[in-house]
Nanobody, 126 residues
Framework: QVQLAESGGGMVQAGDYLRLSCVAT????????MGWFRQAPGKEREFVAG?????????YYADSVMGRFNVYRDDAKNTVYLGMLSPKPEDTAVYYC??????????????????WGQGTQVTVSS
């Protein structure tokens, strides 16, 4: 079984840089597509960003965060990161890390991700 643990959330002002981390246990991290999702109070969970195993072409993003967030992975550390370069108040949510056993995936659908972390709260003030 794979376990995921997010960290790095907190309260920041709009425009301040924030980096979230997700550490995975298990032996097959490098074979997974990793995704970030978020859920704001009263709203449905939504896809944020993903990174698969395709090297330089591995990342993909929701339109709402394109150009503002970066996702990247360090397979040697079993860790995936989400860098929030220019967060906005609308980005306030609980952020979840998730793993897809298909390393070739570019899915933005939560149902394709089998393993989930507990979430980390991000609050962006104006």
């Amino acid at each position: 079984q794979v376990q995921l643990a997010e960290s790095g959330g907190g309260m920041v002002q709009a425009g301040d840089y924030l980096r979230l981390s997700c550490v995975a246990t298990g032996q097959t991290f490098s074979k997974y597509t990793m995704g970030w999702f978020r859920q704001a109070p009263g709203k449905e969970r939504e896809f944020v960003a993903g990174v698969n195993t395709w090297g330089k072409l591995s990342t993909y993003y929701a339109d709402s965060v394109m150009g503002r967030f970066n996702v990247y992975r360090d397979d040697a550390k079993n860790t995936v990161y989400l860098g929030m370069l220019s967060p906005k108040p609308e980005d306030t949510a609980v952020y979840y890390c998730a793993a897809n056993e298909d390393g070739n995936s570019r899915s933005q659908y939560g149902g394709d991700y089998v393993y989930w972390g507990q979430g980390t709260q991000v609050t962006v003030s104006s």
